[in-house]
């Protein structure tokens, strides 16, 4: 059964401080996406990944940095949160497999709140 | 730029009633179609999705969409709603790129 798992479910940091969200998948998938949802906005781009030390703009990048050592495991650093990133994160992986090429699987998603 | 909009914001249903669901996106190409659904504290999961083929397709939970090109729609239906349906769907879109493109998301109450 696919599986993305994300270090936290909740996290409350100050702002100005450096955040670390963690995302680990374990399908051997080679695509990577973080997200931000936010109500009636729905889902962003922030960032993704297509391969190990590889990654592409999303449509929000702005303040945010990822880091991809590992195929398995895709980082989402805030190098110094704000009030404005306050949100769900989501994570989620795809495969370039035929037939399951594009269909994303989601973590459970981490609730930040920026003080 | 591609788009994809979901017109109804907020629905409500008792259970029972029909639902449809609008999603229209903006790409005149190829496009593979998705419907994702987030039930209360749990997360976003793969409701259907169509990428060739029958233009109306089957998903889980009796759920089914009829994707018509011509009018650039892939609207989500479920003939008869269950008070476990209560969820927030979102409509997604990929168009010859490795990303998703997400509306704004319908929230769906239905009541006993």
């Known amino acids: 059964d696919v599986k993305v798992t994300q270090s936290s479910r909740y996290l409350v940091k100050r702002t100005g401080e450096k955040v670390f969200l963690e995302c680990v998948q374990d399908m051997d998938h080679e695509n990577m996406f973080w997200y931000r949802q936010d109500p009636g906005l729905g889902l962003r781009l922030i960032y993704f990944s297509y391969d190990v030390k590889m990654k592409e703009k999303g449509d929000i990048p702005e303040g945010y940095s990822v880091s991809r050592e590992k195929k398995e495991r895709f980082s989402l650093i805030l190098e110094s949160a704000s009030t404005n990133q306050t949100s769900m994160y989501l994570c989620a992986s795809s495969s370039l497999h035929a037939g399951d090429t594009d269909t994303q699987y989601f973590g459970p998603g981490t609730r930040l709140t920026v003080l | 730029a591609q788009s994809v909009s979901q017109h109804n914001h907020h629905v409500i249903l008792s259970e029972a009633a029909s639902l449809e669901l609008g999603c229209n996106y903006s790409y005149g190409g190829t496009v593979n179609l998705f419907w994702y659904v987030q039930y209360p504290g749990q997360h976003l999961q793969l409701l259907l999705k169509y990428f060739s083929g029958d233009p109306l397709v089957k998903g889980i939970k009796g759920f089914e969409a009829e994707f018509i090109k011509s009018k650039f729609s892939f609207n989500l239906r479920k003939p008869s709603v269950q008070w476990s349906d209560t969820a927030e769907y979102f409509c997604?879109?990929?168009?010859?790129?490795?990303?998703?493109?997400f509306g704004t998301g319908t929230r769906l109450q239905v009541f006993p």
């Open positions: 997604a879109v990929n168009a010859n790129t490795d990303k998703l493109i």
